[in-house]
């Protein structure tokens, strides 16, 4: 049986602007079952970025509960979430966050210092990992000797440094060219299908959200129900749209009817007006 591994639950994020309290998340109730590929989509403003901060364990929930593998996170102290960010979790950001000081092999090698690893094997999973999407002769390149999407796959590289158990992917392709950004997705699906990887992959895009092999919509900072989701994407009627369709049935079937009330009067005047036509003409009808 397939593990829990994420689990938010009632998970609300209130930000204090002034005196005025503004809620980014409200409720936030998301679980991610180890191995899944998981969209989670919505407009700008609807909470993504603050949702995958706290799957992330990046930021503290005003109320609620996080989970990772059954454990509850959000009671432990700074330095024990750092450690869990930097063994459990990879993150792929938008803008790479990549350091243009350092090379591609010394971006990825970078995480890998701060779990105590020693060089040797630091530079072969660095290599090995930059090998596996496609950057063997790009080692010792800087971000700004990299195309965009290069830096994406350096930045994949860097997620994949101590082995995580969950990528949190935010808008990977969002800064990407569509051929780049697929073939970005690509590798996310084969780490996902190949190397059993749970992948959370934030977006606004619902092309890309189909990917993966479940979505879901995020709306005022909280899940949108499976229902809501297919009324907004016009795949179910709305309580509304169902009223309007019987509306215009009982009105099609009413204007049927007098239609045919009418066809069975004008066909009775009719033929009481040939019948006097004929007496006129020759008396009694034979």
């Known amino acids: 049986?397939?593990?829990?591994?994420?689990?938010?639950?009632?998970?609300?994020?209130?930000?204090?602007?002034?005196?005025?309290?503004?809620?980014?998340?409200?409720?936030?109730?998301?679980?991610?079952?180890?191995?899944?590929?998981?969209?989670i989509i919505g407009p700008s403003g609807s909470g993504k970025s603050t949702a995958m901060n706290m799957i992330g364990v990046l930021d503290f929930p005003s109320k609620g509960k996080i989970y990772l593998e059954g454990k509850?996170?959000?009671?432990?102290?700074?330095?024990?979430?750092?450690?869990?960010?930097?063994?459990?979790?990879?993150?792929?950001?938008?803008?790479?966050?990549?350091?243009?000081t350092l090379s591609a092999i010394e971006n990825v090698m970078l995480p890998m210092i701060f779990q105590d690893i020693d060089e040797d094997a630091r530079v072969k999973k660095a290599t090995e990992l930059l090998e596996m999407v496609e950057l063997g002769k790009r080692l010792h390149h800087k971000?700004?000797?990299?195309?965009?999407?290069?830096?994406?796959?350096?930045?994949?590289?860097?997620?994949?440094?101590?082995?995580?158990d969950v990528i949190l992917a935010d808008?990977?392709?969002?800064?990407?060219?569509?051929?780049?950004?697929?073939?970005?997705?690509?590798?996310?699906?084969?780490?996902?299908?190949?190397?059993?990887?749970?992948?959370?992959?934030?977006?606004?895009?619902?092309?890309?959200?189909?990917?993966?092999?479940?979505?879901?919509?995020?709306?005022?900072?909280?899940?949108?129900?499976?229902k809501e989701a297919e009324e907004l994407n016009g795949l179910r009627p709305t309580?509304?749209?169902?009223?309007?369709?019987?509306?215009v049935a009982k009105?099609?079937?009413s204007i049927k009817r007098s239609s045919k009330k009418s066809a069975s009067k004008n066909s009775i005047k009719s033929s009481k007006k040939k019948s006097a036509l004929k007496r006129g003409k020759g008396g009694r009808i034979k």
């Open 171 to 226: 808008e990977p392709t969002g800064n990407l060219d569509s051929k780049t950004g697929t073939n970005v997705l690509g590798f996310l699906k084969k780490l996902n299908r190949e190397k059993g990887k749970t992948v959370v992959m934030v977006t606004h895009d619902d092309k890309l959200a189909m990917e993966a092999e479940r979505i879901e919509r995020l709306m005022d900072g909280t899940m949108m129900s499976k």
């Open 72 to 100: 509850d996170i959000t009671r432990l102290s700074e330095s024990d979430l750092a450690q869990i960010r930097g063994k459990k979790i990879g993150f792929i950001f938008q803008q790479f966050n990549l350091i243009n």
């Open 251 to 253: 009105q099609s079937s």
């Open 143 to 164: 971000p700004t000797e990299l195309s965009g999407g290069q830096q994406q796959r350096v930045a994949i590289a860097r997620a994949l440094a101590n082995d995580p």
């Open 1 to 39: 049986m397939t593990k829990e591994l994420i689990e938010l639950d009632d998970v609300w994020k209130i930000y204090q602007m002034g005196e005025v309290e503004v809620p980014a998340l409200r409720g936030l109730n998301f679980k991610v079952k180890e191995g899944e590929f998981v969209s």
């Open 239 to 247: 309580a509304s749209k169902k009223k309007s369709k019987k509306n």
